[in-house]
Nanobody, 124 residues
Framework: QVQVVESGGGLVQAGGSLRLSCAAS????????MAWFRQAPGKAREFAAA????????YYGDSVKGRFTISRDNAKNTVSLQMNSLKVEDTAVYYC?????????????????WGQGTQVTVSS
């Protein structure tokens, strides 16, 4: 069982930056791939970024590639998402998720543990 809790959401102007954090409660944190998904109002949940167990591999969705960076600190059981050059269309609830799958899975079904989400709002 893994509990994940997101933090760091808020309101930011377009072009600005925001950093999200995710804390996971598990002694086996290093055996989980971690990811960020997001869901905008009226839209399906969308994959944003994933990072492998060791942090050596990362994978990004096309809409965030080049602007977002995912990282993890296995000593602290945390995962972060640095978001730069934010756009109005980045407005969404951002979810942190944990998976026992190998590598950097991008499918929702591959993630068993989910946080409650944190709201990110980008204004024009």
């Amino acid at each position: 069982q893994v509990q994940v809790v997101e933090s760091g959401g808020g309101l930011v102007q377009a072009g600005g930056s925001l950093r999200l954090s995710c804390a996971a409660s598990s002694r086996t944190f290093t055996t989980y791939a971690m990811a960020w998904f997001r869901q905008a109002p009226g839209k399906a949940r969308e994959f944003a970024a994933a990072i492998s167990w060791t942090g050596g591999r990362t994978y990004y969705g096309d809409s965030v590639k080049g602007r977002f960076t995912i990282s993890r600190d296995n000593a602290k059981n945390t995962v972060s998402l640095q978001m730069n050059s934010l756009k109005v269309e980045d407005t969404a609830v951002y979810y942190c998720a944990a998976s026992v799958a190998y590598g950097t899975p991008s499918g929702e079904y591959e993630y068993k543990y989910w946080g409650q989400g944190t709201q990110v709002t980008v204004s024009s």
